[in-house]
């Protein structure tokens, strides 16, 4: 969905393109004032596009991040599994109970590391994206 958001938006912008030759060489009969109002308004709606793309993406990396999680435990249990079993000084009643142990811990400790990083940067994110809107009805006013 983001990523047809996205290509809309490029589709858009490659049209505010030819627009715009054109106008500079002489074909397209609008106005200097209008033709810019008409290219400002252009970019609040490329804004909010990209707003709506950005938090969809958001949504689906929250989504992501406890896949993500889930995938690198198993990565890891995978090689503690072999780091184990490749050790024989160890009992298997042992093996288990420390595979447990440190498996326990990331499942517990991986998402409270993950999720004020990705919270963070999405925060950084909407702040940018409100900016640019702000500056573009600033724009529409003057």
Do not use: C
Request: proline fraction near 2%; glycine fraction near 4%; avoid cysteine.
């Amino acid at each position: 969905m983001a990523n047809t958001i996205k290509f809309i938006l490029v589709f858009v912008v490659a049209i505010l393109a030819i627009a715009l030759l054109l106008k500079i060489f002489g074909h397209l009969e609008i106005e200097w004032p209008t033709f810019v109002k008409i290219i400002n308004i252009s970019f609040l709606v490329l804004m909010a596009g990209l707003m709506l793309s950005t938090i969809l993406s958001q949504i689906i990396g929250i989504m992501v991040a406890g896949t993500v999680t889930d995938e690198i435990v198993n990565s890891i249990k995978k090689g503690l599994t072999t780091a184990i079993e490749e050790d024989h000084r160890l009992s298997h009643f042992e093996m288990n109970s420390v595979k447990r142990l440190i498996l326990r811990t990331l499942r517990r400790k991986l998402p409270m590391i993950l999720v004020p990083y990705l919270l963070l940067f999405y925060l950084l994110g909407a702040v940018s994206l409100i900016l640019e809107v702000v500056y573009l009805m600033s724009l529409l006013k003057g």
